[in-house]
């Protein structure tokens, strides 16, 4: 490296992560129900040009101590150095990873758990690299080929508010006619073409209904259903067999790779996963036992966006399709994924977005608008989006005062049922 290469490089000079909690309603899946609040982490990545890059990630207390960790270790790196800066992410998280799990995935490996710390500080350095050379992240990928992302309607059952509180705006919603009246609410909102039901809530039958009572009122609007592995095999197989012709996939019906690839064999819809396939090193023996059809990345545990572009070309040469998983999530992250998705070319499905259920951000409104289920790719440098302080200060606020420090749906979900187990599958 030349002398006016060094002195020309942008370097990280501060790194800040910020706990952050917002309103969530009591959404109902296999293992429980979603928390009064979701929480999540800002990352604010400062430079030596005074610009600065935001990313977002899980707000877990353990990934938010991984998170500081490297951000420490980031600080003097030249801001284009994002291999560099995943070696110091590896490094740094050396020994000190602890187990990782979040959510509905399985078992995170310590690469995996790596990668879940590195993707959102990529995700700022890219925020960082757009606004230094004038261009939207979209463009460091490789150029949009898309000028709008479609996503999915994401439907739950629920209870109508948290206990002790009043109903929420969608209501209770466990039947098939609540469930229409939600998919009705939120499409004439935001004019999504398909449709993602949680399932893995009531007996298997119902669940079927309920799909069916969807496609009825919705007859051209795709449907999937995702059990989060709340079925036997066999189970998933009868599922299959009665919604053949009505899915466009059906989602982690069981776990594992030999059950998911058992299944496969005996329906005719595609399979997807969040689940079974998580990391890099899950893709070979998918491939191989014929598990899955459908990959459902989530740059926030694949490593970012270059690592999702990876992905997505291996996908393309074994004629997977491709989608992208939601957790409850911010602006930031809906940027970062709109981004994303515009860049790769064989995306085949809607994306999962859990946007509609909250009412609170911690970006300025404006950029991120839903127009017949799509949003428009961001044209401003960088993200395209911009961090409201106000708006920050007052979720990380409420992150103190809720409580909250871990997602778990089943610990809440128990402490208002006592009786109640996790236990997958469960028909």
């Known amino acids: 490296m030349t002398k006016s290469q060094t002195t020309n490089a942008t370097r990280i000079t501060n790194i800040?992560?910020?706990?952050?909690?917002?309103?969530?309603?009591p959404l109902l899946n296999a293992v429980g129900v979603h928390q009064p609040f979701a929480?999540?982490?800002?990352i604010e990545v400062a430079t030596s040009d005074g610009v600065t890059g935001l990313g977002e990630s899980y707000g877990d207390a353990g990934h938010l101590a991984r998170l500081r960790l490297v951000g420490d270790a980031l600080v003097g790196l030249d801001v284009f150095a994002t291999n560099e800066m995943l070696r110091r992410t590896s490094r740094a998280l050396h020994g000190a990873v602890g187990a990782d799990r979040h959510g509905l995935t399985g078992q995170i490996s310590e690469a995996g758990t790596v990668l879940r710390a590195y993707a959102a500080f990529e995700v700022a350095a890219l925020d960082i690299q757009g606004k230094l050379l004038g261009r939207p992240v979209a463009d460091l990928l490789g150029g949009a080929v898309r000028t709008s992302v479609p996503y999915s309607a994401y439907l739950f059952y629920k209870w109508a508010g948290h206990p002790g509180e009043k109903p929420d705006r969608y209501g209770e919603a466990l039947d098939a006619d609540a469930i229409v009246l939600q998919a009705r609410?939120?499409?004439?909102?935001y004019g999504f073409r398909?449709?993602?039901?949680?399932?893995?809530?009531l007996a298997p039958e119902e669940e079927i209904a309920t799909i069916e009572a969807l496609r009825e009122a919705f007859p051209d609007v795709a449907l999937r259903l995702d059990?989060?592995?709340?079925?036997?095999?066999?189970?998933?197989?009868?599922?299959?067999?009665?919604l053949e012709g009505v899915l466009?996939?059906?989602?982690?019906?069981?776990p594992g790779l030999d059950a998911m690839a058992e299944v496969?064999?005996?329906?005719?819809?595609?399979?997807a996963t969040n689940m079974c396939v998580v990391g890099f090193e899950d893709v070979a023996p998918a491939i191989a036992k014929g598990s899955v059809q459908v990959i459902l990345a989530d740059p926030h545990y694949w490593g970012g966006l270059a690592k999702v572009q990876g992905l997505s070309a291996i996908c393309d040469t074994f004629d997977l399709g491709?989608?992208?998983?939601?957790?409850?999530?911010?602006?930031i992250s809906l940027a970062a994924m709109t981004h994303l998705a515009s860049a790769v070319p064989n995306l085949t499905y809607a994306l999962d977005t859990h946007w509609p259920w909250k009412d609170e951000d911690v970006i300025v409104e404006g950029p991120l608008r839903f127009v017949d289920g799509a949003i428009s790719v961001p044209s401003a440098p960088g993200l395209g989006v911009e961090l409201d302080c106000d708006a920050l200060a007052r979720l990380h606020e409420q992150y103190l005062a809720c409580g909250i420090t871990e997602r778990s749906d089943t610990i809440y979900m128990q402490s208002l049922h006592p009786d109640y187990r996790a236990e997958l599958p469960r028909w």
């Open 39 to 42: 929480i999540r982490s800002v």
């Open 185 to 189: 609410t939120m499409l004439s909102e």
């Open 194 to 201: 398909a449709i993602k039901l949680k399932g893995g809530v």
């Open 16 to 25: 800040r992560v910020t706990p952050v909690a917002f309103r969530d309603p």
């Open 248 to 254: 466009e996939y059906l989602e982690d019906p069981t």
């Open 227 to 242: 059990p989060n592995t709340a079925w036997s095999v066999a189970t998933s197989i009868n599922v299959g067999r009665e």
């Open 264 to 271: 496969a064999r005996n329906v005719s819809m595609p399979l």
């Open 322 to 331: 491709l989608s992208m998983h939601s957790n409850s999530h911010l602006g």
